[in-house]
């Protein structure tokens, strides 16, 4: 998806107090983001406002991971949004990840997909913005919120068994010590992987009454939400999504909405378009937002996009783009980089 599909995102309320309750004066942050004062009172931005912001903080912040804790750990649970505030509720640890997977699809620009597998909870992040990269610490504090929402439900400490990010985050030793686990930081994903008993504990703020009330509001704008995107969108985000663990197929797909492969084939020809060309515009898409990725290596862009072989791969990109991923990212990569339009890459970038 392109920014386009995202015109506005909400700020969360408790953005700018938590900033004032660390020191960090908001008029600085717009200042640093090049943005407008006003832009501190806006109820929404664009994505690139969104990035802007979040990437001054971050700046001002000094240590990406020393801002990311200050800011997780001070959030007030009262300035949740709704969608937040219905998982701080929710019955016990699973509930609250369940609808926090759930309704992260009213709060773009990212998403999560979370896997019960043995021991282990993993809960993946993925970016849906195709043309721009977002700032390391946003990838980061996206994920210590879900263990940070963990922590204050339970009223225990509890720590993760790994967390993986795709891209430098500062002080290591303090994510360790914040996480309470190996945190790698050269990974091709960001991932945070919990202790699978842990989601079994009950969430002392459970409120079932007002879980009631929330529930079918909070549902009911994500059906009209889902109903207002193509069908061929929502095919082509769960794609994306699905790329690291292969290339996806029509039956998985299918499954994922709910529907017969026959369905999901007629519904895409309603829309004069075909499984196999989404799924080649969705390689493509991620593969030009990867290579932008400088932290990436190529062979690991063709693993994230599900190619299996990176000689497939670059056959695919030449045809694509009608040259090598090499030199498409040394003319283009770097023209992102330094465009104003975008953080800088100096931080290192989430996929």
């Known amino acids: 998806m392109t920014r386009d599909s995202f015109e506005r995102i909400k700020m969360p309320s408790g953005f700018w107090e938590g900033l004032r309750q660390i020191g960090i004066n908001s008029h600085d942050v717009a ?68 609808r926090m997977a759930r309704y992260k699809q009213l709060c773009p620009p990212e998403s999560l997909e979370m896997i019960e597998d043995g021991e282990e909870c993993t809960i993946d992040l993925q970016w849906l913005i195709t043309d721009q990269a977002c700032p390391p ?54 991932r945070l992987t919990l202790h699978r008993n842990d989601l079994d504990i009950p969430f002392h703020s459970y409120n079932e009454e007002l879980l009631e009330i929330l529930t079918p509001v909070l549902d009911r704008t994500l059906h009209e939400h889902q109903e207002n995107r193509s069908f061929s969108e929502m095919v082509k985000w769960i794609m994306k999504r699905s790329f690291s663990a292969g290339r996806p197929d029509v039956h998985m797909v299918a499954k994922e909405l709910g529907m017969s492969n026959r369905t999901l084939q007629r519904r895409l020809t309603d829309e004069n378009t075909t499984f196999n060309h989404l799924l080649t515009q969705a390689r493509h898409e991620q593969a030009r937002m990867y ?33 090598t991923p090499a030199n498409w990212r040394i003319e283009h990569a770097e023209g992102y980089a330094n465009s104003g339009d975008h953080p800088s890459f100096s931080g290192g970038h989430t996929h």
């Open 31 to 98: 200042r640093k983001a090049g943005l407008p004062l006003t832009i501190i009172s806006d109820s929404a931005v664009n994505i690139t406002q969104y990035y802007a912001i979040w990437q001054a903080y971050s700046d001002l912040a000094g240590d990406i991971a020393h801002g990311m804790i200050q800011l997780a750990t001070i959030y007030e649970v009262t300035k949740y949004p709704p969608p937040i505030l219905a998982t701080f509720h929710a019955r016990d640890y699973r509930d609250a990840l369940q």
């Open 291 to 323: 290579l932008s990725n400088l932290s990436l290596d190529i062979k690991e862009v063709a693993f994230l996009i599900g190619y299996e072989d990176q000689n497939s791969f670059y056959r695919a990109f030449r045809t694509w783009e009608g040259d």
């Open 137 to 190: 610490l946003l990838v980061g504090i996206t994920l210590a919120f879900l263990l940070e929402l963990g922590r204050r439900g339970t009223g225990r400490h509890l720590t993760a068994r790994a967390v993986e990010f795709s891209q430098p985050m500062g002080d290591i030793q303090a994510l360790e010590d914040y996480f309470g686990c190996r945190v790698r930081t050269d990974a091709n994903r960001n």
